[in-house]
Every structure is written in C-alpha cells, then in structure tokens.
C-alpha cells in the first residue's frame, strides 16, 4: 500500500507540471502500445491496420510507391509478444544511414512514436548528430534541445560546441543564458561543467571579448572548477589570445595543476606578442624543472623567439634537438624553421632545409613565400622568379603575398614583361587586390614601355630579363584604372607615385586626376596645391598654374 501510495504521488508530481501535456502523453503512447499489439506478422496482412514502421508494411505497398530506399536507422525487431521495440540509435548507426535532414527527422518521428524520445541518451544523440554532423542543421539542433525535457549538460555542451564552430560564435553566450536560466528554474543535477567554460573560454579568445571572459571566470570560481585542468588550460589560452599577458602568468605561476598544453599556452603567447625573451625564460623553467618533454607545439614557439631575437646559434641548436628527439616535422614547425633561418641572414641553410621538406610541406604557399621573399631581400631576384616558376611546375597556388614579392623582384630586375604576365595572372586567378599588390603593380605599370617578350616567353629553362630604364614610357592610364578598380581606396603614397610619373611624362590630363585624389583624400595639405601649379608652369599652362595659385590663396 505503502509502496502504491508512493507511486502516485510521483506520478502526481509528474502530472501538476502540466497535466494537459502529460495526459496527452499518456494517451498516445498506450494507443501506440496498444496499436502495435494488433499487428501481428501473419503471413496476409490487412495493410491499413498496420503501423507504418512495421517490417512487412513496405511489402505490401504498391511498387509504383515503395521508396527507393528504407532506412531502418533504429535496429527495429520484434519480440514475442509483437511489441514494436526501437533500439537506441546509436551515432555510428545515424553517420551511416542518415544522409540528410529528411533521414534524421524521420528518426526522431519514430523516437516520438516509441516513446524514445524520453530517453535522454537516445535524444542527446540525436541531437549531437544533428548538431555536429556535416549534413546536419543547427537550428534544427537548438530546437531539439529546446523541446527535450530535462537535457542534460551533454546535450548543452554540444550545441554550444557547434556554436562556437559556426558562423555566428557569439551566439554561444546566449544559449549559455539559456542555460543558466533552466538551471535557476529547473534546478536538479544540470549546471555548466568543465567542458562547457573551456567551449565559453575558446569563444571569448576568438572573438577577443575580454568583459566576457572575465564574467565567465567569474562563473568559474562560483561553481569551483578553477581547479580543473582543462578549464585551467582554457583560461590561460583566452588571457594570452587578449594580450593579458601579465594576468595569464599569474594564473600559470598559481596554479597547482599544469601540463604541456598550459607551457605551450604561455610560451606562444609571449611569442604572439614579440616578447621571445620572456618565451625562452618559460622554456627554461620548464626544462629545469622537468616537468614535461617539449613537443612540436613548444618548438614552435621557441624557434619563432629565436627568429625575433635574431639568435641564429640558438636556432640552430633548437633544430638538431628537434632531429635528435625526432619530433615530427610537420609543415608549422618546417614553417618556423625557415622562416627563422631566412630572417637571420642563413640562406645557405634556409635553402638546404628548403630542399629537405617532404612532399605535404611543399604544397603550402608558406614556405614558397618564405624563400621567394628571401631572395628578394637579398637583392637576388632572378633566383626569386625561378623559384616561383618551379612553384608553378608543382601546381602550388600562389596568393598575395607571393605575387607582391616577384612583383618586387621584378622591379629590381627591370624584368617588367614579367611583371605584367603576373598582373595578368592576377586578374585570370581572380586574387584579392589590395593596396599593397596593386601599389606593386602600379610601379611597374610605371617603369614599362611596350617591345618586351611576350608572356609565353617569360618563363624558359635560362630565365633572362630584359633592362628598361625607370619611367621611360609607361602605361598611365591603366595604372589609373587599376588603382580606381581596387576593393580597398589606394593612400596618398600610391596617389603621390602615380602623380611624380604623369608630371615625368608630361600627361596633364592624368596628372589633374592624381592630384584630384590626393587633395580627396587630405583636403587641407597646400604642398599639393603647390605640386599641382609647378606640373602647369613646366607645361607652359601659365593660366592654370595661376588659377591654382589664386585657389591656395583663398584656402589660406
């Protein structure tokens, strides 16, 4: 009696939460029960009394009408008593079957159907495949989250997860108030874990929201899980990523729990910041006390304070650690390498490890980058575009930064029929023009004069260059056209170079225009005014370079 007295009382409890909902619940499922019952597999079946998940239901369907494919995604099966029994779908079995939102939707129907949808593993499940998975949609997920009653940290975590991933990041820290917010209602076991701050943490570094860390760290200390590892390592990674440098050593230096990716943390942080003596003084400290090994994250950062610090011995000596320990060299720490070799004067040894790097690291644009500009520092451009000849002979794609430096390179050598098969390799590539590589291009639209090879003599197994003096002809008016066809407005640098040349070369028409831009862009500045009257005077337009005068005088 006791024991029945109990069982209503919970049951009455469940009920008074909302009893229109609850009965309604009630009442589906024993007809769905009772449903199944029914349906007996005989071997001639009425196909209207049956259920439509069912085995024997798509047998009886006309042909014309059976679908192409059934996706039994729950492992249905039938007992003794012909109850309809739906295992938990598993996320192996939704990766393999699911192919679409249509697919997964299906699933949940039956999960209604069955009752599964109670079971919050089976839902969370759900609910993660639809979050995570490729094909899936995330505000298909947030609404799976939001109808699920009682969802558990897990189901919390996961769509904030796929938040965080997404487009829209910030949009985590609203479904953290969400969450907050059933927590106060709701009560019970939920409440934010050590994997949802470090989600939280990861957001705030990215998106560099310093205020709202802070509130989350907060959170932190409140619910005690500053001494988790993984919120530890997420915290120390959001205060370096703000440039809170200072208050990420002290949480390191204070903390109790720290392992390799909390040194890391620290030691590329002072790195991002330029700071590569305060990087090395870290590594240290983690070598004497023996605390962990360094692995290729640490050596990435130790390279790169070397390449700041311009201490090539010790560069050098970081390398013969990285092949006697045989750490991986993967195409970020062969990047750092490099980098750090070319920087410090080695070309010698930057082009022998150059040479070295395995067939994935030479598909990277960076290190290509890293040579091509090299050479050109050096003053050895020649050596600069056969490098990036082969880098077109190894189908690697060149960005911005690769254009810009053969463009320089060119400009050394005179090689301006090069210079233009690269403008138009530009355009064909449909490459982001800035200012900096339409800058590049303008200087050598400048220094051009037309009786060059043709583009398809540029590149040959002996790379020669002709010579053509500075600013001898040049292509004015399409340099102009390129600087007005640029996404982002060119400076008053770039407006002043394209000035000096259409006064050289005498073209008034063009020279009024730059000079137009340049008093657009610094309305106030009377030296162009005065740039402007001398480019008239030198023409024999002695009205025009009056009536600029009388201008001046009137701004003044």
Not at 87 to 109: F, R, W
Not at 141 to 151: E, T
Not at 303 to 321: N, S
Not at 485 to 513: Q, T, Y
Request: glycine share 6%; aromatic share 10%; with cysteine.
């Amino acid at each position: 009696m006791g024991g029945g007295e109990v069982g209503r009382t919970s049951s009455n409890l469940w009920l008074a939460q909302d009893p229109s909902k609850r009965w309604a619940e009630i009442f589906f499922l024993l007809y769905t029960r009772k449903f199944h019952q029914r349906c007996s597999p005989k071997p001639f079946l009425d196909s209207s009394k049956l259920s439509p998940f069912h085995p024997h239901t798509l047998s009886l369907l006309p042909k014309r009408n059976k679908p192409k494919k059934h996706y039994d995604v729950t492992a249905r099966t039938w007992n003794t008593t012909h109850r309809f029994v739906l295992a938990n779908p598993t996320l192996s079995i939704l990766e393999t079957k699911c192919k679409s939102m249509v697919h997964l939707k299906q699933v949940q129907s039956q999960m209604i159907v069955t009752g599964l949808c109670l079971d919050r593993l089976a839902y969370s499940r759900l609910i993660a495949f639809s979050a995570l998975s490729p094909m899936g949609d995330l505000n298909y997920s947030k609404r799976l989250l939001f109808a699920m009653q009682n969802p558990n940290a897990f189901s919390w975590n996961i769509v904030i997860r796929a938040i965080c991933d997404g487009q829209n990041p910030s949009e985590a820290f609203l479904l953290y108030k969400e969450m907050l917010a059933v927590v106060s209602v709701n009560g019970g076991s939920l409440r934010p874990d050590n994997y949802t701050f470090p989600l939280l943490f990861k957001t705030c570094a990215k998106l560099l929201f310093s205020r709202m860390g802070y509130e989350i760290l907060g959170h932190v200390l409140k619910m005690n899980y500053d001494g988790d590892i993984f919120v530890h390592n997420a915290l120390i990674h959001f205060l370096v990523s703000c440039g809170e440098l200072q208050a990420a050593n002290k949480v390191f230096e204070e903390s109790c729990v720290r392992d390799l990716v909390s040194w890391n943390s620290l030691i590329n942080g002072y790195t991002r910041s330029g700071r590569g003596n305060e990087a090395l003084r870290i590594y240290r400290e983690m070598q004497m006390g023996g605390y962990v090994d360094p692995d290729e994250v640490t050596m990435i950062g130790v390279v790169t304070a070397c390449t700041q610090l311009e201490d090539l011995k010790l560069g050098r000596e970081f390398h013969w650690y990285i092949r006697e320990r045989g750490l991986n060299m993967n195409v970020p720490l062969a990047n750092a390498l490099l980098d750090m070799y070319v920087k410090c004067g080695d070309l010698e040894e930057a082009n022998e490890l150059f040479e070295r790097m395995e067939e994935k690291t030479m598909k990277d644009v960076v290190p290509w980058n890293a040579m091509i500009s090299a050479y050109v520092q050096a003053g050895r451009g020649k050596e600069a575009l056969s490098l990036f000849h082969e880098m077109q002979a190894m189908k690697v794609e060149p960005d911005e930064v690769t254009m810009v430096s053969c463009l320089s390179a060119c400009a050394k050598l005179g090689a301006l029929d090069v210079g233009i098969w690269i403008h138009h390799y530009i355009e064909k590539h449909n490459l982001l023009l800035n200012v900096v590589l339409g800058t590049a291009l303008v200087d050598i639209m400048l220094s051009w004069r037309p009786g060059g090879r043709g583009p398809e003599d540029i590149f040959s197994d002996e790379l020669q260059v002709q010579h053509f003096p500075p600013n001898q002809a040049g292509l004015l008016k399409e340099a102009i056209e390129l600087l007005e066809s640029m996404p982002m407005k060119a400076d008053a640098v770039v407006w002043g170079a394209m000035f000096f040349a259409c006064r050289i070369h005498k073209n008034i028409e063009l020279g009024e225009k730059a000079a137009m831009k340049l008093l657009d862009l610094d309305p106030d500045d009377s030296g162009i005014y005065v740039l402007l009257a001398n480019m008239y005077v030198e023409a024999n337009m002695w009205d025009k370079a009056g009536e600029v005068r009388k201008m001046m005088r009137r701004e003044e």
